[in-house]
């Protein structure tokens, strides 16, 4: 059974940092593209970043470069997300998800046939 589950959430400061986990069990974590996407409330998912576990190749939406860093630990089965100078913008729910798909590239797609999402960390920025 797949599972993904994502810790590491909190209530920071302005300009402060996070770095978010997703522990993978379930699938060979080192061959499939995972992702982390966020929601914020009243707004519409929003795609953060694609991993190519197998090389380690990100691909990072526009915005979130020179911000958010992606990484993984293969052996721990585990994906990370470290978040720098976080602001107001990024409080939201954050998922971290996979399609099982082995492509060359594979974009984010939540209708894929095998896609699987955790529950979710709860990112609050607040003074």
């Known amino acids: 059974e797949v599972q993904l589950v994502e810790s590491g959430g909190d209530l920071v400061q302005p300009g402060g940092s996070l770095r978010l986990s997703c522990a993978a069990s379930g699938f060979a974590n080192d061959t499939y593209w995972m992702y982390w996407v966020r929601q914020a409330p009243g707004k519409a998912l929003e795609w953060i970043s694609s991993?190519?576990?197998?090389?380690?190749?990100?691909d990072l939406a526009g915005s979130m470069k020179g911000r958010f860093t992606v990484s993984r630990d293969n052996a721990k089965n585990t994906m990370y997300l470290q978040i720098d100078n976080l602001k107001a913008d990024d409080t939201a729910l954050y998922y971290c998800?996979?399609?099982?798909?082995?492509?060359?590239?594979?974009?984010?797609?939540?209708?894929?046939?095998?896609?699987?999402r955790g529950p979710g960390t709860q990112v609050t920025v607040s003074s």
């Open positions: 991993l190519n576990t197998r090389d380690g190749n990100v």
């Open positions: 998800a996979t399609t099982l798909c082995r492509g060359t590239y594979c974009p984010y797609s939540p209708g894929a046939e095998h896609h699987y």
